[in-house]
């Protein structure tokens, strides 16, 4: 059998430490979990949800993927949302991008990737509905940057536009989406000011009766 030796190693200390500060914390996590926050994030290894909003363990019901993506063909994504809103009774989902995001600058650079560029034509779609504004800005860092702050606005009206959301709010569920932006350079968060919290906030076009 091939082992990860240091990792399981470090696995130890960890637990070790956890339990040394308290004693109960792996009993009490094992008991259930009851998250008030579905945080959907890129698979960017520096972009963590639990050490960036500062919670413990059990706190955060995550999804990630490259450049937090709602797509309405995901069943993955759709499953987590699904289980997120009506099991866990999530009150808030979070869409989180990141500045520097590869999957951002992959789609934007106009070259071949493999399998993943299926993926990112998602993204591209983004770029041509904003070409305007995108090609208007002054350097590629704003262009990018922009892209990820555009393309969290485009995921949070995906997920207010399914079934899953929308059923919510129709029994009067309190569940409120939520665009947010990191930047990895300081670690800080920043409200991308899109959010809604009812039918009534998104497009006639995309409500459901």
């Known amino acids: 059998m091939r082992v990860l030796k240091h990792l399981f190693d470090q ?21 259930q979990q009851n998250p008030e926050y579905l945080w959907i994030g890129c ?5 963590p949800a639990n050490q960036i ?11 990630r993927n490259i450049a937090n993506l709602v797509i309405h063909t995901d069943l993955n994504c759709l499953s987590v949302i699904q289980y997120a809103v009506d099991m866990l009774k999530v009150k808030h989902i979070i869409v989180c ?18 399998l993943i560029d299926n993926w990112l034509r998602h993204i591209r779609d983004i770029y041509r509905y904003h070409q305007a504004e995108i090609d208007s800005l002054p350097d590629e860092q704003a262009k990018l940057e922009r892209m990820c702050e555009l393309n969290v606005v485009e995921q949070v009206a995906n997920v207010c536009h399914t079934t899953i959301v929308q059923n919510a709010w129709k029994v009067g569920q309190e569940l409120t989406v939520h665009g947010w932006a990191y930047r990895l350079e300081d670690g800080i968060l920043k409200d991308l000011d899109v959010c809604a919290g ?4 998104i497009t006639r076009t995309h409500r459901i009766k």
């Not at 909003?53 to 999804?63: A, Q, S």
Request: aromatic residues 8%; hydrophobic residues 30%.
């Open 97 to 114: 991008g990141h500045y520097g995001c590869g999957g951002i600058q992959a789609a934007m650079d106009n070259q071949r990737h493999g």
């Open 43 to 47: 698979s960017d290894s520096r972009v």
């Open 11 to 31: 696995n130890k200390k960890w637990a070790a430490r956890i339990r040394k500060t308290d004693p109960d914390f792996f009993t009490n996590l094992s008991r």
């Open 53 to 63: 909003v500062d919670v413990l363990p059990g706190e955060v019901f995550v999804h």
């Open 198 to 201: 009812s039918a009534e906030e």
